[in-house]
């Protein structure tokens, strides 16, 4: 069973939960997800022998939003905050989308405390965001709720044998939120907010590194090429594709969980 916790971050509650007991693994979602997606409730990692501290990003989920902005600073604090509190000196961090960028920054700034990152589908590539798009999905979600959100969605762009899943799947998650108008606030935000300069930076990265890369036909919002150019600026990162056809790795837990328990391994060694 999973111990609940919350965490006062800058105004904000935030909510998580921490099993297993061993190396500490950090898990960071993605934007319009919770904790569950990460590794998709999977609990691979604790019965393996680690302990995994997950917790919903402020305004997700069950966590509170604070009143103030969605930055990428603000949620490399939250993270802080979370560490600090939980009383872990350094962890392995792994995170999808958002979750990804935020463990980069926060490595970045504290590299003292990261001994090894798994960065699931990155899509930030140090140039201007497509804004329209998020702002188009901010005013869906706010006039029409879940199926406003849907509708202002580019499904046409997702393989036509994935789209079905795709769209469950993208119910399942916002359902999962308290305050839709908070997810509302940061799909505005979180894209306009920059987690570090270019990807030339994470050059300073020196622990052990997994990038996990989706094909574009079944995730086309998160480029395999912006993960591939992740992989390249990492020092020794290691870059893991989907095998043509396949359904991605990044959506499959226990195959997230066995990379992450591998980098643990790795920062051991």
């Known amino acids: 069973m999973a111990d609940l916790f919350d965490v006062d971050a800058d105004g904000a509650r935030l909510a998580g939960e921490e099993a297993g007991e ?13 904790r569950r997606y990460v590794v998709m409730g999977s609990r691979a990692l604790e019965r393996a022998g680690h302990r995994v501290i997950g917790y919903d990003a402020r305004g997700h989920g069950e966590s509170g939003w604070g009143g103030v902005g969605f930055t990428y600073s603000r949620l490399v604090a939250d993270l802080e905050a979370v560490l600090d509190d939980r009383s872990v000196s350094r962890a392995v961090l792994a995170g ?14 504290h590299p003292d405390r990261v ?3 798994v960065v699931i ?17 901010a005013a869906g979600l706010r006039t029409g709720g879940i199926d406003g959100f849907v509708a202002a969605s580019d499904l046409a762009a997702v393989a036509p044998d994935l789209r079905g899943t795709v769209e469950t799947v993208m119910r399942q998650r916002l359902s999962r939120h308290r305050d839709l108008a ?6 505005e935000e ?8 270019a990807i030339g930076d994470l050059a300073a990265i020196t622990v052990p590194t997994a990038v996990i890369a989706s094909a574009d036909g079944p995730d086309p919002e998160h ?34 969980s066995a990379v992450i328990a591998e980098v643990v391994a790795a920062a051991q060694g």
């Open 115 to 117: 001994s090894g990152l």
């Open 96 to 109: 999808a989308s958002m979750g990804a960028h935020t463990l980069l920054a926060f490595a970045l700034a």
């Open 223 to 256: 480029p395999q090429a912006v993960a591939e150019a992740y992989a390249a600026a990492i020092p020794g990162a290691r870059l893991l594709l989907d095998a043509p056809g396949r359904s991605p790795r990044a959506w499959q837990g226990s195959q997230v």
């Open 121 to 137: 589908t990155p899509a930030f590539t140090g140039g201007s965001p497509d804004t329209g798009r998020w702002d188009r999905l």
């Open 190 to 197: 979180v894209p306009r907010s920059r987690p570090f300069g």
């Open 182 to 187: 908070a997810i509302a606030r940061a799909l």
């Open 22 to 34: 061993g190396p500490a693994v950090v898990l960071c979602h993605g934007l319009t997800a919770t």
